[in-house]
């Protein structure tokens, strides 16, 4: 998959749905605990303003981590998770109408894809004290997005969902993570979500996943 397409096709989707909210779509659950759409939309902004640093931060090599270790240590109920949760609601509180935060996540995203189709992807970057290739930043801007895309539709269920090529990425992530193609029949939505804590895995999925059942959720 070439990153920038991947990226482009996640931050379209996700843009798409996000422009089409109003205030009071935007006070909603989402799929993260705690979170309303807007404060789910407010840390998409912070990951695509990442981006765009990350892009226009050369970094000399060698890469410390790709797409896939990228994640590693991301994990979910750790106190640096619990303190970016408070973060996000705070901040995104202070927006006081949703077209305010909307239009600013979308002038960033756009201008985060701009910044893509313009860098080499295999030029070296940092993000977050690591360094890693241009395009697998990208990857892992698509996989954010993606997976917080779900996140964003979990009480808009006439929403549209994420890009096929987008969801096919972060298949790709979790693959990387456990090691091994997923040894079940789940589809790309639903993998996406187990594997990130979304979704509790059952006492059939725990057999057929063996002692990889205790890493899940691979990142969250």
Not at 34 to 40: E, H, K, Q, T, Y
Not at 158 to 173: F, H, I, N, Q, Y
Not at 203 to 211: D, S, V
């Amino acid at each position: 998959m070439e990153p920038v397409s991947v990226l482009n096709s996640a931050y379209a989707a996700f843009g798409s749905v996000v422009g089409s909210l109003g205030d009071e779509e935007s006070w909603l659950p989402s799929g993260c605990a705690g979170w309303a759409v807007r404060d789910l939309v407010f840390h998409c902004l912070a990951d695509a303003q990442r981006g765009l640093v990350a892009l226009h931060t050369p970094a000399s090599g060698p890469a410390d981590r790709d797409a896939v270790t990228y994640w590693a240590d991301w994990q979910p109920d750790t106190i640096g998770a619990a303190n970016g949760r408070r973060y996000t609601r705070v901040c995104a509180g202070m927006f006081l109408r949703f077209e305010q935060l909307r239009g600013l996540y979308l002038e960033t995203a756009a201008a985060v894809t701009t910044a893509a189709g313009r860098a080499d992807p295999r030029s070296f970057v940092t993000t977050q004290g690591y360094v890693l290739t241009a395009g697998d930043v990208m990857a892992t801007l698509a996989v954010e997005a993606t997976v917080h895309h779900l996140d964003l539709v979990a009480h808009l269920p006439s929403a549209a969902p994420p890009a096929e090529d987008a969801l096919g990425c972060v298949r790709a992530t979790l693959d990387g993570l456990l090691g091994r193609p997923v040894p079940l029949e789940w589809s790309d939505q639903q993998y996406a979500r187990a594997a990130t804590g979304r979704l509790p895995l059952s006492a059939g999925e725990k057999e057929q996943l063996g002692t990889d059942a205790e890493r899940f959720p691979l990142f969250g």
